[in-house]
């Protein structure tokens, strides 16, 4: 009885026009199509590219993008983005790797770090929130900040000789399974169930649709935003602390123009600058969708320069498709 | 139940009232907008709150909902003084609001936006379907069966005017603040609403209402009170005061009484729409225009009035028929183009389409006749601050200048503005959707006279409007349409608000021939 109105519009459509909807509307299926396409493809054109060794590379390298695109998502569907997670990144990753060479124990010297990305990220969330700077320019500023901090401790050197057992969680396997892609998969597996199905997440969702509806609402638009940033912080710390495990160096210029990408592949995972949509799990595929195309074309000999205008169109083609078949449905 | 003896009775008794201000004044930026407002609501009484735009309602209710403080006063909550610091301070306290500008966010599903922030949960993780049990319950008592999953976005916007009421009742408050509850609600579902809220007041809630629309007023609300210019002017049982008597207070004196039809003779057939159909939306439209006379179009929301203006005027495409301008068979292809033959549309949602919210007054007013305004390709601020000026003082609109941002002025003068915008260009034929839409009786009096006085300088004006009495009052000649189609076209002095409401409903039975055109889904 409760189905009255939706259901008279959808029993006359055909089965089959029903699942191509459900298809287009939902991103995940949709990349998931065009992910099992290019690896039908590319195991044609290759096959070097089916092999475990490659895959393994292509998910190991994937690894930090993936971690930060968790928070990027969640911003974006709050209404904002973060464009400090590069530099927040280089900043944890010379950090962990000099309080180490201190003589502080690898927790105590990881544990700071992950604390001083939820600082910036705290940082980040007080401007945008406190002071009402727009989050293209206050995450600029952190961005540029952070970056300096990092070269001006390292004098834009990179940190090398770290203790071997910092080099487990980057190097390591269970299985064959790279520990680090393991760590990666369960973050985003616990992340998407947490967005999709928490309190606190959902309330993301609301400001990021219509923030005063949210406050009028009764939530604390302020403090869910803050929480946010800060923990898009953490992330980007602990994708930087990773690095630094498996490059067994603290880089000040690590994750250089990471944020882009990051923001790229989220919405070609269906997130939008608009905010209020994307799932987390949708962003991550479209990581993996970025990560098969350069991954791709470097097997095909394609050179580096092509492969940024490919992945630019790319970017540019799944939001306009994705605006124009909501504009025919609206 | 065991308030149920509690109604107007426990209002003649006086027992404690569920809040009260005394005295309260509110300044913003040193403007005086509320001085010394004494104001108390009983437990199950409807309290209405009437005044003209910019007499100081919304602040009121903002107060009372945590957006602003009180400068001076104080308000009590069952007795105990308060400051409500926040809306979700207020909804602590048992306070729950219905603002006019919906607060909904569209992509997000009926339910969660009903319990927005407030989901069920065990651990923080939400009960899906507890939620939405809760939802179709809640909604149950407006005898709304949708399917609460839906996202908002896909609801018309009396439904989602429901939705709204519907979150505001969840947050199981004492007290109910309504800001305009009714502007998007068909009859129907106004008497719904009616029915719920004297629901609540048996339980002992008791209801602010805020509204424009004196026979709802006169309807449900048990006491009602004037403000005028921030002051209290005065609060009256219901059953001792009539509609001309309030009216009276609201604007000091004065009444505007209904403004004088012109039958002036009119003049040469301006716009001519011949068998206008669309696929899915229209059929068969056939009506003319002319120079002078006010066509008032009578529908309700999803009769496609909208379509077919906005057909007109080059903002909807693929339609068969023919639409005649001054003689001459036309055909827009943007809304550019329709105003490159003189047609000016003024849309029905102020904020979203018809205004720039955040910019000037000037900048607004200027904004479709920058043309007139150029010099060498160099807009002269000057003389659009000269016409703004003009326009402010034609309306009488209420604001600090031309430099004003728009936002902050009331809807009335908000749409005073609008319509000032297009009228800046002296169109032949303005056509113009909900021209006093959530504006109040000062406001609208003038709008018609001026609509009126540009008719009698000889443009075609037609007016979209789901206010019947509106229609009446203003129009020479009204079009009835009902799911797209017409179901009559009567001379403004036979018709009468019932007739038009009836054949608006579809119920009346015409000597039109229409084909049947494809129905949609009732969602549209």
Not at chain 1, 4 to 22: E, H, Y
Not at chain 2, 163 to 177: F, T
Request: charged content about 20%; glycine content about 10%.
């Amino acid at each position: 009885m409760s189905m009255a109105i939706n259901g008279d519009q959808v029993v006359k459509k055909k089965p089959m026009q029903r699942f191509l909807r459900a298809f287009i509307d939902i991103r995940e299926l949709t990349l998931l199509f065009m992910i099992a396409i290019i690896i039908i493809v590319m195991a044609n054109l290759n096959p070097y590219f089916l092999s475990f060794s490659n895959f393994r590379a292509l998910s190991v390298g994937m690894a930090p993008t993936a971690i930060i695109v968790i928070g990027m998502a969640i911003l974006l569907a709050s209404g904002g983005f973060d464009l400090s997670v590069g530099s927040v990144m280089a900043l944890s990753s010379t950090v962990v790797a000099m309080m180490m060479l201190a003589g502080f124990s690898i927790p105590v010297s990881v544990a700071c770090s992950l604390v001083l990305g939820a600082a910036v990220g705290f940082s980040n969330g007080m401007l945008i929130t406190g002071l009402g700077i727009n989050p293209l320019i206050a995450t600029l500023g952190t961005m540029s900040i952070a970056r300096g901090i990092a070269l001006v401790l390292t004098e834009g050197f990179s940190l090398s000789s770290l203790p071997k057992e910092f080099g487990w969680i980057g190097k390591a396997s269970i299985g064959g399974f790279p520990v680090l892609v393991l760590l990666t998969l369960f973050l985003i597996l616990i992340f998407d169930l947490a967005v999709r199905h928490t309190r606190f997440f959902r309330q993301v969702y609301f400001i990021g649709a219509n923030e005063k509806a949210a406050m009028l609402s009764g939530i604390h638009v302020g403090r869910v935003r803050i929480i946010a940033y800060a923990i898009t912080g953490v992330l980007a710390a602990l994708a930087g602390v990773l690095l630094a495990s498996r490059l067994m160096s603290g880089t000040p210029t690590a994750g250089n123009g990471i944020e882009l990408q990051v923001l790229a592949a989220a919405v070609i995972g269906g997130a939008s600058l608009r905010g209020g949509e994307g799932t987390i799990l949708g962003a991550f595929l479209g990581v993996v969708f970025v990560a098969l195309i350069n991954n791709s074309m470097t097997m095909l000999a394609v050179s580096i320069y092509w492969q940024m205008i490919v992945i630019g169109a790319v970017l540019v083609c799944a939001v306009a498709l994705d605006m124009l078949i909501r504009g025919r449905r609206g | 139940m065991k308030h149920e003896s509690i109604g107007e009775a426990g209002v003649e008794r006086g027992q404690r009232p569920l809040f009260t201000l005394s005295g309260v004044k509110k300044t913003f930026d040193s403007n005086l907008v509320l001085d010394g407002i004494d104001f108390e609501l009983q437990p199950g009484e409807i309290h209405a709150l009437v005044g003209e735009n910019g007499a100081g309602k919304s602040t009121c209710l903002g107060l009372l909902y945590g957006l602003h403080q009180p400068t001076d006063g104080t308000l009590q909550r069952n007795g105990h003084t308060v400051r409500i610091e926040s809306p979700s301070h207020a909804q602590e306290l048992g306070i729950g609001c219905v603002f006019q500008e919906l607060s909904l966010a569209g992509g997000l599903s009926v339910a969660e936006n009903i319990f927005a922030g407030r989901a069920p949960s065990r651990f923080g993780v939400v009960d899906w379907p507890e939620l939405r049990r809760r939802a179709e319950d809640l909604l149950a008592e407006f005898d709304l069966s949708i399917n609460v999953s839906q996202p908002v976005d896909s609801l018309p916007i009396s439904t989602r005017q429901i939705v709204e009421i519907a979150k505001a009742i969840s947050m199981d408050s004492q007290v109910l603040l309504l800001d305009e509850p009714t502007s998007a609600l068909t009859p129907d579902e106004v008497d719904a609403l009616f029915k719920v809220l004297r629901k609540l007041t048996a339980k002992g809630i008791g209801i602010v209402y805020v509204s424009h629309h004196m026979t709802e007023i006169f309807t449900i609300a048990d006491r009602i009170s004037v403000l005028r210019d921030g002051k209290k002017i005065s609060t009256t049982q219901t059953s001792h005061t009539s509609q001309a008597q309030v009216v009276s207070e609201m604007i000091g004196g004065a009444h505007p009484g209904d403004v004088e039809r012109s039958d002036d003779q009119l003049g040469d057939v301006v716009l001519k729409v011949e068998h206008l159909s669309n696929e899915v939306h229209f059929a068969d439209v056939s009506f003319e225009v002319r120079s002078g006379e006010i066509l008032g179009i009578a529908g309700l929301l999803g009769s496609k009035r909208s379509e077919i203006m906005r057909s007109l005027v080059g903002l909807m495409h693929g339609y068969s028929g023919a639409i005649i301008m001054h003689g001459q068979s036309t055909s827009f292809r943007s809304l550019r183009d329709a105003m490159r033959a003189n047609i000016g549309y003024v849309p029905e949602e102020r904020k979203t389409e018809g205004l720039f919210l955040e910019d000037t007054l000037y900048n607004n007013l200027a904004a479709a006749s920058l043309d007139n305004h150029t010099r060498l390709g160099l807009v002269q601020k000057s003389s659009v601050i000269a016409a703004c000026e003009n326009a402010i003082k034609a309306f009488s609109v209420k604001t600090r200048g031309p430099e004003e941002i728009i936002g902050s002025l009331s809807g009335g003068n908000q749409q005073k503005i609008m319509l000032a915008k297009w009228l800046e260009r002296a169109p032949d034929l303005l056509i113009i959707e909900e021209p006093t839409k959530g504006v109040d009786v000062g406001a609208k009096f003038q709008i018609h006279t001026e609509l009126q006085r540009r008719a009698a300088d000889g443009m075609a004006i037609i007016v979209v409007s789901s206010d019947f009495p509106e229609l009446v009052s203003l129009s020479t000649r009204i079009l009835v349409v009902h799911e797209g189609r017409v179901m009559g076209d009567i001379a403004a002095h036979d018709a009468t608000e019932d007739s038009l409401l009836q054949m608006a409903a579809g119920i009346s039975n015409t000597s039109r021939q229409t084909t049947e055109i494809p129905r949609e889904g009732k969602a549209q």
